[in-house]
């Protein structure tokens, strides 16, 4: 069996389910049952027999015109994961944090050069990691906590966390930024796990530096898997949430991904994407609700 997620930011219009219905029917896919998850009626699961890939694109159309995320996957047994990972840095939190270093640094149009080379591929994360870390050399290590206490948490972080958390569900930051602010959001979000890079210090400034293994896609992906045999969770039971292309690789190795607020072309490539702006969403689409 196979279940169908339908999350909009606000009440999903009945020109939607009509849409749907006839867009189903059209490729032979039933609908066996439908129910709203919410009294606002902006989250609504359908359970679907004889789902096959041929729908897959026409759905993706399908909610890009009528702008209401549509989440599809297996329903039993792996639906619930015992394991979710995330992404950061415009994940659980509505910053890049390494913007807000540059710019308490005075060096926010060289590190803004080096993130634009990087998105035109000029650069890989590791190059453009240490050319930007280059740029903070000197910086007081005051910066961790005059910077903490500017981030803010993306709407509904606590309330999926506090949610998983009671199901039992593990979790873990995994972030290209940086060590103090993970470990600050471990504790702020009661977290199992955070794993990010670390800049090296003298104890007073920042030595322009990182030390130890650079948390770029592909260690992401190694961490997830890492963690979940830890756990001993199998990889199918395990779910990565991320908004960035160097989240891909988690989101593939892992049992399910999420592109949360996502650029384009990172939604087109993840496992599922939502657009409601709430991460409390999750807790619909993972069926723990
Ligand atoms: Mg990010």
């Known amino acids: 069996m196979t279940v169908l997620t339908a999350l909009s930011k606000s009440t999903i219009p009945a020109g939607f389910k009509t849409g749907l219905v006839e867009l189903l029917q059209q490729n032979n896919v039933a609908i066996s049952n439908h129910k709203d998850l919410n009294p606002s009626g902006s989250a609504i699961e359908y359970e679907l027999?004889?789902?096959?890939?041929?729908v897959k694109n026409k759905l993706y159309n399908f909610s890009n015109e009528?702008?209401?995320?549509?989440?599809?996957?297996?329903?039993?047994?792996?639906?619930?994961?015992?394991?979710?990972?995330?992404?950061?840095?415009?994940?659980?939190?509505?910053?890049?944090?390494?913007?807000?270093?540059?710019?308490?640094?005075?060096?926010?149009?060289?590190?803004?050069?080096?993130?634009?080379?990087?998105?035109?591929?000029?650069?890989?994360?590791?190059?453009?990691?240490?050319?930007?870390?280059?740029?903070?050399?000197?910086?007081?290590?005051?910066?961790?906590?005059?910077?903490?206490?500017?981030?803010?948490?993306?709407?509904?972080?606590?309330?999926?966390c506090k949610g998983l958390k009671e199901?039992?569900?593990?979790m873990a930051v995994l972030s290209g930024g940086f060590q103090p602010f993970v470990d600050w959001i471990k504790e702020v979000l009661g977290l199992d796990y955070a794993y990010a890079n670390v800049l090296a210090d003298d104890g007073e400034k920042l030595e322009g530096k990182t030390v130890g293994r650079v948390v770029n896609a592909e260690v992401k992906a190694q961490l997830l898997a890492e963690i979940a045999e830890k756990e001993g969770i199998p990889i199918e039971y395990t779910v990565a949430v991320g908004d960035g292309s160097n989240d891909l690789k988690m989101m593939d190795r892992a049992g399910f991904g999420v592109a949360f607020s996502a650029k384009p072309i990172v939604q087109a490539?993840?496992?599922?994407?939502?657009?409601?702006?709430?991460?409390?969403?999750?807790?619909?689409?993972?069926?723990?609700?």
Not at 167 to 170: A, E, I, L, P
Not at 269 to 289: E, M, W
């Open 49 to 54: 027999e004889g789902y096959h890939d041929g």
């Open 66 to 160: 009528s702008k209401v995320d549509i989440v599809v996957q297996p329903s039993h047994p792996t639906r619930q994961k015992k394991l979710v990972v995330f992404d950061m840095d415009s994940t659980l939190i509505q910053h890049e944090v390494i913007d807000m270093i540059a710019a308490y640094a005075g060096v926010e149009e060289e590190v803004s050069r080096v993130t634009e080379a990087a998105m035109r591929g000029e650069l890989d994360f590791n190059a453009s990691l240490e050319e930007r870390v280059k740029l903070l050399k000197g910086v007081p290590v005051t910066v961790y906590n005059d910077i903490k206490k500017k981030l803010n948490l993306t709407p509904g972080a606590l309330e999926l």
């Open 269 to 289: 490539k993840a496992p599922s994407r939502l657009n409601t702006g709430n991460l409390a969403d999750i807790l619909y689409i993972l069926g723990y609700n």
């Open 167 to 170: 199901n039992g569900v593990k």
